[in-house]
Every structure is written in C-alpha cells, then in structure tokens.
C-alpha cells in the first residue's frame, strides 16, 4: 500500500499525522492472528514537527507487537500529552529514537517488557514548573524508558542524561547558573502518579547561586538532590539536596 498526502489520526493519542507519505507491506491472517505482520516506511507531520518512521510490526490483529526507528525534527510543546500538567516546555529537538514494544505498552505509556531509547540534540530548551524555571541554550539528551539501571526501585521509569553548555535556573528570589554542566535524573511514573519522584545528581565546570540573602560561587560542584511534587497542588516541589565543590 502506498500513501500521499494523507492524514491519520490513532484515537488513544492526542495527534493528527498530516502530510503522510507511507509504504506499507502487509501479510493478515485471520484464521491464525500471530501471523499477520507488516513492514512500514513513512514520513509525516504533526503540528510544527516532523518524523521519519521505519519498523515492522507483528501479530497486528491483536496487542501488536512493534519494532521501529525513528528520525525526530521535533517543537518541543507538540509533546505535552506525555508529561506532567504542570510541568512546560517549549524548544527544539533532532534527534533518533528506537522503540521495542507492545501496542497497549505504548498507548498506556507503562514499558513492562519494551523499552523507548532517544538520543536528542536540543535548541533554545526552557523548562517551567510552578515557581521553577530553567534555560537550556543548547545540549545533548539521552533518554531511557524504562530505566534500565535505577538508584532504587522508585525510579524504574525513566533514565535521563543530559550534557549542555551552561544553565540558567530561577525559583523564586534564587537564581543559579551553572557552565558546562552534566545532568543525570531518574523518575517514577509521570503519567500515571499524581505525586512526580525525580532523583538526580549533576556535576559542572562551575556554579553561581544568588538570591536576596545568599551569593556562592564556586568550581567543579558535585549536587545530588531529590524532588517531590505533588501535580495536585499549586504550591512549590520540595527539594533535599547535597552540594559539594571546591
């Protein structure tokens, strides 16, 4: 089957696939569902972002099974479905993403036995959550659903690393800048629990940290830190953490 200029939409997902162009080859078996398979190349947009698509797929008249490749141009705010109400970002990313799954893993977002790696260049990133707001001018993202090796079994969710040039943080009168610094975080399940778990440790070149009643600076910090917010709530996240640096 081939496809141009079409449109599709697969309701569980809040996304209109447009300018479509696909190459769909199938094998349905109805009397021996397991069977049935296709492979599949396609291109197309969804709102102000673009994906390349390669993979197959298996036992396609029941919960298939999927194996695909991806090329992401990406506007960063097409994607809030996936995270948190609260939690704003906006930005752009290219970058590759391979997923091994179940249909109903990925429509339920809940990886029992597949898996979501991405690795991303990021552009502009400005993240916000209630009174916390981060600037990222440009970086490097790998992502993995699940986390593979988490700290505690908390954080089997998602693995994150993140290298990026400098930083800019502000909540409330404080505001920190940190130069060449490398982000490691790992969180519960974002979709599903109304309380977000994050636990991270970061390292940098350098750290400035300023407010109405404190100024530190100092070289090669070493932060470990643990955020607990509840999604529910219109006040602040709490925060326990480690500073140390020279």
Excluded: C
């Amino acid at each position: 089957v081939l496809l141009e200029d079409a449109t599709a939409q697969y309701k569980p997902l809040p996304f209109v696939a447009e300018n479509v162009q696909a190459d769909v080859t199938a094998h349905l078996d109805l009397n021996n569902k397991p069977e049935s398979t296709a492979e599949l190349s396609l291109e197309a947009d969804t709102k102000k972002s673009h994906v390349r698509l390669s993979g197959s797929g298996k036992e396609l008249l029941g919960d298939a099974a999927i194996d695909a490749k991806a090329e992401v141009d990406a506007n960063l705010p097409d994607f809030a479905y996936f995270l948190p109400k609260d939690l704003k970002l906006t930005g752009k990313t290219k970058g590759q993403v391979s997923v091994k799954a179940r249909l109903s893993e990925l429509t339920k977002m809940q990886l029992r036995q597949g898996k979501i790696d991405g690795d991303f260049n990021l552009k502009k990133l400005d993240v916000r959550m209630s009174d916390l707001q981060a600037q990222l001018p440009e970086g490097k993202l790998k992502v993995r659903l699940p986390n593979r090796k988490p700290t505690a079994p908390a954080y089997k969710w998602l693995d994150a690393n993140l290298q990026i040039s400098n930083v800019d943080v502000r909540m409330g009168d404080m505001r920190v800048k940190l130069t060449q610094p490398t982000l490691r975080a790992e969180t519960n399940d974002l979709v599903h629990n109304k309380q977000m778990d994050v636990n991270t440790s970061l390292s940098a070149a350098m750290l400035t940290a300023k407010s109405d009643s404190m100024n530190v600076s100092g070289k090669q910090p070493k932060l470990a830190a643990k955020m607990l917010y509840d999604t529910r709530s219109t006040g602040l996240p709490t925060i326990d953490a480690t500073l140390n640096m020279t």
